[in-house]
Nanobody
Framework: QVQLVESGGGLVQAGGSLRLSCAASGSGFSAKAMGWFRQAPGKEREFVAAVSWSGGSTLYADSVMGRFTISRDNDKDTMYLQMSGLKPEDTAKYYC?????????????????WGQGTQVTVSS
């Protein structure tokens, strides 16, 4: 399994930008899809974005489409989430996840590795 560590969270004003990173260690990063999920207090964990093993295919939640961009650098074993046009409703703890398969998926049960999360807070 891959071990995952997120970074890049913080406090930002509405309309601002942040870039989250997910650094992977262990074997298999470049062979599997990766994803971002988020969970706000009192709410269910929700899918944000996912990328295929090669980076050539991506999926986004409707709520972030056009504002967030997921990418990965397999040479660096790192995945990114560039977030712009941030809204207060984007406030949550963001988790990166390592998939079981090559293709991106919105389903959390198709991910086998999870990071500890990084907090993103957007003020109005």
């Amino acid at each position: 399994q891959v071990q995952l560590v997120e970074s890049g969270g913080g406090l930002v004003q509405a309309g601002g930008s942040l870039r989250l990173s997910c650094a992977a260690s262990g074997s298999g990063f470049s062979a599997k899809a990766m994803g971002w999920f988020r969970q706000a207090p009192g709410k269910e964990r929700e899918f944000v974005a996912a990328v295929s093993w090669s980076g050539g295919s991506t999926l986004y939640a409707d709520s972030v489409m056009g504002r967030f961009t997921i990418s990965r650098d397999n040479d660096k074993d790192t995945m990114y989430l560039q977030m712009s046009g941030l809204k207060p409703e984007d406030t949550a703890k963001y988790y990166c996840a390592g998939g079981q398969y090559y293709h991106p998926t919105i389903h959390p049960n198709e991910y086998e590795s999870w990071g500890q999360g990084t907090q993103v807070t957007v003020s109005s």
